[in-house]
């Protein structure tokens, strides 16, 4: 059994994990770094947990050398990492600053030397705030800002980035960040908001394909999206539209618009007040085509009809005798298989790669100075074995991140979730491999012996 189950991931598939700037690099004030609406979100009074912000973070800015060694000490194929945007243009445009650039120059040549392939995110998450200040995603503007950033980094990096990654979850910056005010940049907008910020976002991700294809033409390149599987909560006919509606928030006001290059009709029947204004070419930009889709995907949701009927995407439903996370999400590992399956049946993307997927405990280090992690090693246990059979079921995956390879600034949870592999001490900024690390580390050694020895046998 277990052996079949080794065969299923070809040499070629590519296992790695993930982090982002903000979370993880810290020197928010180091050679010549423009402030980010993360950094200004997280100094508002009570917007962070503790107050914290990711100022000092992992320090990896300083530490890269030895992460990468970590990454080694694991087996890694590769490793995603972002681009943080005020780094290169610390007014988000016009004067390029070079030392932000030659840090990310050191990064990936470290990578390289170490055989591990580096897969760029230009943005996730840490708009410069001096664009904020005009509008951020809710300015057209701002996607022309983001296609100039990217032929900088395209430019100095594209000799050697094989793999990029646009944009990280547009759904998140949206929703809580410009109609809830949650996360940064804290805008409480509403719907009209959020669907404008979004469009925006596509927009840039649309005109970012086009300077990549353009400046690194052999290079790869796609989009991450946040996508949660929606179930509703019974057979009943209005459980059921209810989730209709939810998956079209979540999934489907995506999937559409990149696949296909629309915004799906019921959704935008429903938004009619806010939808947000489509010129012209807009939606051609949106959906040219991508080499591959990047999905993230933590957990499901479950959505039953709101009584009353006035909130017709229906209301959030905690599932009895299930499993949760520490940041309250489910364990819900065939919902990763099911989004798998119905992504590659309804948009048939080229290429998928889980850009991000793993789980939150509150670890802590016992005397022995050791991180038992039994819970999140099961996760990812159950996890990398749903999207094996997903695989198998014909699903062109190729390649897996874990999140995270470090704990980190987990955004407005300050340094309270924990979703690394590897355990931080905060106060000496110490990396503790945690009892995952090993797993992992032993998952991508066993792997690669049984996908050789089909090889051989084959
Ligand atoms: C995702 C983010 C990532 C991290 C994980 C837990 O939404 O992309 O930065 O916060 O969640």
Redesign the pocket.
């Known amino acids: 059994m277990q052996n079949t189950r080794e065969c299923r991931f070809p040499g070629n598939f590519v296992w790695g994990a993930?982090t982002?700037a903000y979370?993880v690099e810290g020197a928010a004030h180091e050679d010549g770094r423009g402030e980010s609406i993360w950094d200004r979100f997280s100094n508002t009074p009570g917007k962070v947990r503790n107050g914290e912000s990711g100022e000092i973070a992992c320090d990896h800015y300083h530490r890269y050398r030895e992460d990468v060694a970590l990454m080694r000490e694991l087996g890694l194929d590769a490793y995603r990492f972002s681009i943080a945007w005020p780094r290169i243009l610390p007014m988000g445009r016009g004067a390029v600053n070079e030392k932000g650039l030659d840090f990310y120059d050191r990064l990936v040549d470290e990578l390289l030397d170490s055989g591990i392939e580096p897969f760029v995110t230009l943005y996730?998450?840490d708009l410069p705030q001096a664009l904020e200040d005009e509008g951020g995603w809710t300015n057209r503007a701002t996607a022309d800002a983001f296609a100039a950033y990217t032929h900088v980094v395209v430019r100095r990096l594209g000799d050697r980035v094989r793999h990029w990654i646009t944009l990280?979850?547009p759904w998140?910056v949206a929703w809580p960040g410009y109609a809830l005010g949650v996360l940064a940049p804290g805008r409480d907008g509403g719907e009209a908001a959020a669907l404008q910020a979004i469009h925006v976002q596509l927009l840039a991700h649309g005109k970012g394909m086009e300077v990549i294809r353009g400046a690194a033409p052999e290079a790869q390149a796609g989009i991450?999206l946040?996508l949660t599987p929606i179930y509703p909560a019974s057979e009943a006919e209005d459980d059921v539209r209810s989730a209709r509606y939810t998956d079209g928030r979540e999934n489907r006001w995506f999937l559409d618009a990149v696949f296909t290059g629309h915004y799906p009709d019921d959704m935008l029947e429903l938004w009619r007040e806010h939808v947000p204004s489509i010129e012209g070419r807009d939606m051609d930009t949106i959906s040219m085509p991508i080499d591959f889709l990047g999905i993230?995907n933590?957990s499901r949701g479950v959505v039953r009809a709101d009584p009353t009927g006035r909130n017709k995407l229906g209301l959030d439903v905690r599932p009895e005798n299930a499993k949760f996370t520490d940041?309250g999400w489910e364990v819900y590992p065939d919902g990763i298989f099911d989004l798998l399956e119905r992504v590659r049946r309804e948009y048939g993307p080229r290429r998928i790669y889980i850009t991000?997927n793993?789980a939150?405990f509150p670890d802590v280090r016992s005397h022995d100075g050791q991180v038992h992690d039994p819970e999140r090693v099961q996760y990812l246990e159950w996890y990398t074995d749903s999207i094996g059979r997903a695989l198998e079921g014909g699903v062109p995956l190729a390649g897996y991140f874990v999140?995270?390879l470090l704990d980190n600034f987990?955004?407005a949870h300050g340094y309270w979730?924990r979703?690394g592999i590897t355990y931080l001490e905060y106060s000496t900024l110490e990396r503790v491999p945690k009892a995952s690390f090993q797993w992992y580390r032993s998952f991508i050694t066993r792997r690669k012996a049984a996908a050789k020895e089909t090889q051989r046998v084959g």
Do not use: D
Request: proline residues 0%; charged residues 20%; without cysteine.
């Open positions: 993930a982002a979370q996730h998450w990280n979850e998140v991450t946040n993230n933590y940041t991000e793993g939150a999140w995270s987990e955004w979730k979703f």
